[in-house]
Nanobody
Framework: QLQLVESGGGLVQAGGSLRLSCAASGRTFSWYVTGWFRQAPGKEREFVASITRRGGSTYYADSVKGRFTISRDNAKNTVYLQMNGLKPEDTAVYYC?????????????????WGQGTQVTVSS
């Protein structure tokens, strides 16, 4: 069983930056593709970014492309989401997800393991 724990959320002004971290334990992290998703109040959980097992390929939602960067350090069993140029519409609970797959998809249903989430609030 893979466990995921997110950290790094908080309150930031529009235009600011945050770096989220997701620490994995319980299994060999490099076996898993990982992704970040977010869910705002009253909305469905949506894809933000994903990364392949060795970090060779990354994928982004159009809404964050050019502002967010996903990366991973398999030696530290951690995946990161660097968020720059934050906007009030980025306010949401951010979730880390992982799956033993070879494809870093954008679908929530493709990910088996999920963290508990970390709140990101961007004030205008």
């Amino acid at each position: 069983q893979l466990q995921l724990v997110e950290s790094g959320g908080g309150l930031v002004q529009a235009g600011g930056s945050l770096r989220l971290s997701c620490a994995a334990s319980g299994r060999t992290f490099s076996w898993y593709v990982t992704g970040w998703f977010r869910q705002a109040p009253g909305k469905e959980r949506e894809f933000v970014a994903s990364i392949t097992r060795r970090g060779g390929s990354t994928y982004y939602a159009d809404s964050v492309k050019g502002r967010f960067t996903i990366s991973r350090d398999n030696a530290k069993n951690t995946v990161y989401l660097q968020m720059n140029g934050l906007k009030p519409e980025d306010t949401a609970v951010y979730y880390c997800a992982a799956d033993r797959s070879t494809i870093a998809t954008m679908r929530t249903s493709d990910y088996e393991y999920w963290g508990q989430g970390t709140q990101v609030t961007v004030s205008s």
